[in-house]
């Protein structure tokens, strides 16, 4: 069986089948750089970064774009409140944001383009937009006319009338629609640039769409990021790709779900969450990287300190149990490198229904059993093959297993440590330990 995946745009699970062969183009929204990231952001970044390490696992050729939102209303107010330049919000932003992909074991997108590099772009779209007729000018204001486009809605399923309910900018008196969104804004304060409009900036849905087209030329596999921007965002950059492009951007929308904070939306304002800078060591972000991939991804989950604590423990028996495999190989100079196939068949037929995450942890708890019992019976080769399987699977959800080969000094105390052990001598052999504790060994 194949990858199936749950397409947004359908509403149905699909058969992944790449546009161009072998080749995957997935393009994810980014963060909007005035502020810190906290752990609700986060959780994108970690499945969207699992996702392009399954599709390289299984043998695609993936390039992943996600973008940096370097012009907003929310960058420019930040600024003027703290007397900043925005390029200094932005900047440490960013360089923040980074930081934060690296710490949560994620591998920084093979593209990141940022709003501002795109001006000119962008400043081209909108005019042809206007000039076919799919947008207007009001007193330097650009819009787009929702109502030209046939289907506007089919992301996120509603009809006209539920679309001017959840309509969350303002109603403005220049509109001719309610729905109608701004692809120009004029400004006076704050960065802006000049246009055949005037002075202003871009709309934010514009900018994804603009940056996606020029970077890959076309429609692209996989356009992805939280529910929450299914609409408008994701809503707008489709009705604009469809006028001017005549598709909707992606072959597959993937959206995931929010991660409410003990039972409330995640909110600056509410003050319920926690920074990704909060979580202070690599054993807790990786159990926190393990929590959100083991959840299922399309719902919204309850973060809770005793759900937090019971995969730090999760994490933690993962962990112990390929580094303890890992010495028994190296103290009997074993390096068998094959993996388990019928676990290795189990995990991918688990992944491809749509990311089956829980099944796999399932199947992960039963290698650590399997282990624990051969490495008991010091049965090298299961160990060995089981130990393989259990890092291959790891490495896909991006959760580093690390083992430093020993010395030869570092043997040698080992097993004085393991004699010690068995004649009794229990005070050599709790000074061995000391040492090969304080080491990492043990």
Request: net charge negative; with cysteine; proline share 3%.
């Amino acid at each position: 069986m194949g990858l199936k995946i749950y397409n947004s745009l359908s509403n149905k699970l699909e058969d992944f089948i790449p546009i161009n062969g072998n080749k995957v183009n997935m393009y994810v929204c980014g963060p909007t750089v005035y502020n810190y990231i906290h752990i609700g952001n986060a959780r994108p970044v970690i499945f969207f970064d699992m996702l392009k390490r399954y599709l390289v696992f299984l043998g695609y050729d993936v390039t992943y774009a996600s973008n940096i939102t370097d012009v907003d209303d929310k960058i420019i107010k930040f600024a003027i409140k703290n007397n900043i330049t925005e390029k200094e919000v932005t900047e440490k932003y960013t360089e923040a944001f980074i930081k934060n992909v690296k710490d949560l074991g994620s591998q920084i997108p093979d593209i990141m383009p940022k709003a501002t590099e795109y001006i000119p772009q962008m400043i081209d779209f909108i005019k042809q937009l206007n000039d076919k007729g799919y947008a207007y000018e009001v007193d330097g204001d650009v819009y787009f006319r929702v109502k030209k486009v046939a289907d506007y809605g089919i992301l996120s399923n509603q009809v006209s009338e539920d679309l001017n309910s959840g309509v969350r900018i303002d109603v403005s008196s220049k509109k001719e629609d309610p729905q109608d969104f701004n692809l120009w804004k004029k400004t006076e304060e704050g960065i802006k640039w000049e246009s055949p409009f005037g002075a202003g900036r871009p709309g934010w849905h514009t900018e994804c769409v603009v940056m996606n087209n020029d970077i890959f030329k076309g429609e692209i596999d996989i356009h992805g990021g939280g529910m929450d921007l299914k609409f408008p965002h994701h809503e707008n950059e489709i009705a604009q790709a469809n006028a001017l492009y005549n598709h909707h951007l992606s072959k597959y929308w993937m959206h995931v779900g929010r991660l409410d904070m003990n039972g409330e939306k995640m909110s600056k304002s509410l003050g319920n969450l926690i920074l990704v800078n909060d979580i202070e060591d690599e054993d807790k972000l990786m159990a926190f990287r393990l929590l959100i991939i083991s959840c299922p991804y399309r719902s919204n989950f309850n973060f809770t300190d005793e759900l937090f604590s019971q995969f730090e423990k999760e994490y933690l028996k993962i962990k112990r149990t390929y580094k303890q495999a890992m010495l028994l190989l190296d103290i009997n100079g074993l390096k068998n490198e094959l993996a388990d196939k019928s676990d290795i068949e189990m995990f991918k037929e688990y992944m491809n229904q749509d990311f089956n995450t829980q099944n796999v942890m399932s199947l992960v708890n039963k290698i650590i059993k399997e282990m624990n019992v051969a490495m008991r019976n010091t049965d090298l080769n299961l160990v060995a093959m089981k130990n393989n399987t259990l890092k291959i699977i790891m490495d896909v959800f991006g959760i580093p297993l690390k083992y430093t080969s020993l010395s030869i000094e570092d043997k040698v105390q080992y097993l004085d440590w393991e004699t010690a052990k068995k004649e009794k001598n229990f005070e050599k052999a709790d000074s061995l330990r000391n040492i090969l504790v304080e080491k990492g060994i043990l």
